[in-house]
């Protein structure tokens, strides 16, 4: 291989040189909040002179040759290693059977839908049998179209995020009712028309669905992107999602889009995940930037210990002030190796909430607990979901007050009086939403009978254990019966308890019931006198 040529010095006063061209680029990124500021026209005098210094301001610098992917060889053998890869590794997955073998293009189209919106914050394991019945409850857009929300919240329960659902139908409604069943054919067209579709769900319907060379940014191709191009900047950014937006629609395969796409997420999935990647099994290795960073920095530390003089920087490494290098508060952590990359900002601290939530119950017709649940409304977090009745509590709220506080609310939702002193602790259920801390305070209610509520007030109804499983109802609530459950365990154990130690007491110490068996001890032990 040549010897790389070195660049010619800049001559002395001519220009900014790169490092100050850098320096330009990250002040202007400053001060707009990460996305580089548009270029404001300089006011022109008549005589054509800038009225801001005269000569023009220096552009920003494209970033350096480490963060791009500028060689067509070095793009077509990633293309290819990529590709053999996943044909040979790729996990058998029911959508991708369904998107290679459904003729029909808005039924295809329909299968890679249903379980992109599935797989947004939720791992593949869990999708799998929810995507299985849905498909067989739903086949395609008409039948979604047709059911009820109530029906899409059933399925849906436990899977989470769960305005997903409500959404995936609404789009599906727009479709049969506004496109005559016809899926829109282009990734710009799906996002534009189709509520919930943003470009990432767009991009990857039309690739896999359709064959359109367009690329797609997940979590999963940020990781690979990052590591592959050394982008240590927050990669949540706008400027560094911008640049693997431009990436990764310059990697992708323009014969087999869809497979290069999903290859590439499955890569992040598979091999080059969060923590412990697995390095040597990943198959475009000899592409990745941070792998050659670890490579150069093991190398340094060998110099630096048998007292060789340092490594010569590499012409391709940032000199400084580049927007998508690690910032400078943020240094090389050489015990994380290649996960240095990507980096992120701190996780904003989720909301604490306090709820308290009462199990009504009463004895079924056959003697089986039931209990009511109520339906939330149709908008906000857990949006028609059904739940225990349920008051946010204000913050810092004692517990006594917490006690009185549902009491008087069901008391205003039952419309008959329910003292305080006769509701249940059980406990409290912890239960963490993306971006909620939420903690439940939990209580019981035994009922001898019906109950008439307020026609205006929720939806409600009684429900047996079994229905109540098979309801919308979250997991959280699931977390609560549990609890409830658990605790009449324990009463019931305790009452059983205490019977066989007063059925014990009164038969004696040295009585024996007809029939059973003396122990040896007994059996040996001398006669009493009489």
């Known amino acids: ?13 001519s220009g900014p040189d790169m490092s100050q061209l850098r320096a330009v680029a990250a002040r202007g990124l400053r001060r707009s909040g990460g996305r580089a500021a548009p270029q404001q026209p300089a006011r022109q005098s008549r005589k054509g002179a800038s009225l801001r210094g005269g000569a023009p301001a220096p552009l920003p610098a494209p970033p350096p040759a480490q ?38 293009a808005d039924r295809r189209a329909y299968a890679v839908w249903v379980s992109e919106i599935m797989l947004q914050q939720t791992q593949v394991a869990t999708v799998i049998d929810y995507y299985n019945r849905w498909m067989q409850k739903w086949p395609t857009l008409q039948a979604l179209a047709q059911a009820s929300l109530e029906e ?95 990436m990764a629609n310059a990697l992708v395969d323009r014969s087999r889009p869809g497979d290069f796409n999903q290859a590439l997420m499955e890569l992040g999935a598979t091999v080059c995940v969060p923590k412990a990647p697995l390095c040597g099994e990943c198959p475009v290795k000899q592409h990745c930037r941070a792998r ?80 009511l649940i109520v339906q939330r409304p149709n908008s906000g977090l857990l949006a028609g979901l059904w739940e225990f009745p349920s008051l946010l509590l204000a913050q810092g709220l004692q517990e006594e007050k917490q006690q009185e506080a549902l009491a008087d609310h069901l008391q205003a939702w039952m419309g008959w009086p329910v003292a305080a002193r006769d509701l249940q602790f059980v ?39 079994e229905e109540f499983h098979a309801s919308a109802v979250s997991t959280a609530m699931k977390k609560v019966l549990k609890a409830r459950e658990k605790q009449r365990g324990k009463e019931s154990s305790s009452v059983t308890g205490s019977k066989r130690k007063r059925g014990a007491k009164s038969q004696g110490a040295g009585s024996t019931s007809p029939g059973t068996q003396l122990s040896l001890r007994a059996f040996l032990r001398a006669p009493t006198a009489l």
């Not at 996990?91 to 991708?96: F, G």
């Not at 580049?322 to 090389?332: N, Q």
């Open 427 to 465: 406990g409290e259920v912890v239960h963490i939403f993306s971006h909620i801390h939420q903690t439940y305070v939990v209580y019981s209610l035994p009922l001898d009978g019906d109950v008439t509520l307020d026609p205006a007030s929720s939806p409600s109804r009684w429900v047996t254990e």
């Open 152 to 246: 899409v919240n059933e399925l849906w329960a436990g899977l989470g995020y769960y305005s997903r659902g409500k959404r995936l139908q609404e789009a599906a409604r727009k479709v049969v009712s506004e496109l005559a069943g016809r899926m829109p054919r282009t990734a710009e067209d799906l996002q534009k028309l189709l509520p919930g579709v943003g470009r990432y769900t767009a991009g990857a319907i039309a690739s896999i669905s359709y064959g359109q060379a367009t690329g797609v940014v997940d979590g999963n191709v940020i990781r690979v992107l990052c590591r592959l191009r050394c982008i240590g900047a927050d990669s949540s950014s706008p400027l560094v999602v911008d640049r693997l937006w431009d």
């Open 292 to 371: 050659r960073r670890v490579e150069k920095e093991l190398a340094f530390a060998s110099q630096k210990l048998f007292g060789k003089p340092t490594l010569v920087p590499d012409v391709e490494d940032c000199v400084g002030g580049c927007p998508l290098c690690p910032p400078a508060t943020e240094p090389w952590d050489s015990s994380l190796g290649v996960t240095n990359f990507p980096r992120k900002a701190a996780k904003k601290q989720p909301r604490v909430v306090k709820t308290a939530t009462c199990v009504l119950e009463r004895r079924g017709c056959h003697g089986a607990p039931e209990y």
């Open 67 to 104: 963060h791009l992917f500028s060689d067509p060889a070095e793009i077509e053998a990633l293309r290819g290693n990529l590709l053999a890869w996943y044909d040979r590794c790729k996990r058998d997955l029911p959508w991708r059977t369904l998107a290679a073998t459904e003729l029909d």
């Open 1 to 13: 291989m040549a010897p790389r040529r070195p660049r010619d010095p800049a001559p002395a006063a």
